[in-house]
């Protein structure tokens, strides 16, 4: 349970930096360079993870990661970017919120992770508290703004999926059996995915002011490169379900970040909103036994885990005695015979 806990805290970085994200771009980004502003996203955080773990994809990794890439990063950023600026903060909020009941959906096949009656449950008090919290009833919906936000949630949750079943398999050691070269091929891929796009269609990148630099720095670094690496080891080591709850602290932080810094006013409203989802992500908490989308971690049985044979003592009675060799009874031909590891 405490190892439960403490992949639950590190995954929650990843939806707090992504709430604190909204705030920094549309504060201090440029708004009209949507390729570019994804792009500077992605590239230099991927590079920064690269530098750090040094480690080339072999065999079927090349493709996944240009797979991955496509999916969690080129298309998914973008999208988000639409998304915000075709939608209210409010509604784009609203609409990512149902990421956890897809991303549940889409582990049933694709990972064999059964949703519990938990993780529903979860999901659909988060979603009806994100509702509370941030819709207002006045806002004006535009449907392509709205086909943006889905689009962007239907595409991070197969990709994130996708990502946790690679991850999760042999063949993951192709990549150094790492989540961190995963989630830097997967950066740089989708980086360098969107450069020339964003070349041909905005044209020359937009100017950097210092507060954009310093901007830039927090969406690669913190909002990116840790944050994509919090989130995709917690999938590795969370059922989905359980991870996809924790991501509506996304919205919530953008509530209080916006309290907190823009000067808002959280009305009783928004904290019975605010309630009802941390409600939603402690229902769907990981419990101390294994549920039905549970799956025990394969590798090796560890030497204590097997019960060990009773020692049995040597017969004085016997003239031949103990066999011939060392003295702890071993063979001449060789050490000493100890039980398998696995």
Known sequence: MEGNARWVALTAVAPVAWGANYFVTQEFLPADHPLYGAALRALPAGLVLLALCRRRPHGAWWGRSAVLGLLNVSVFFVLVFAASQLLPTSVASTVMAVSPLVMMLAAWPLVAERPGFA????ALVGLGGVCLMLLGGTDDIGMPGVLASAGA?????????LAKRWNTTGAAADLGDG????TAWQLTAGGLLLLPVAVAVEGAPPPVSPSALLAYGYVGL???ALAFTAWFAGLRRLPAGTVGLIGLLNPVTGVLLGTVVAGEVLTGRQLGGLAVVLAGVALGRPGRTSG?????????TLP?????APEVPDDPRDPAGPPTGSPGGCSAGGPPRVSSAG
């Open 119 to 122: 993780h529903l449950a979860g």
């Open 153 to 161: 949630v239907l595409v991070s949750s197969f990709g994130h999926i």
């Open 179 to 182: 989540v961190l070269a995963s």
């Open 222 to 224: 913190v909002a990116t």
């Open 292 to 300: 039905p989308g549970h799956r025990r971690p394969v590798g090796p």
């Open 304 to 308: 204590d885990e097997r019960p060990e």
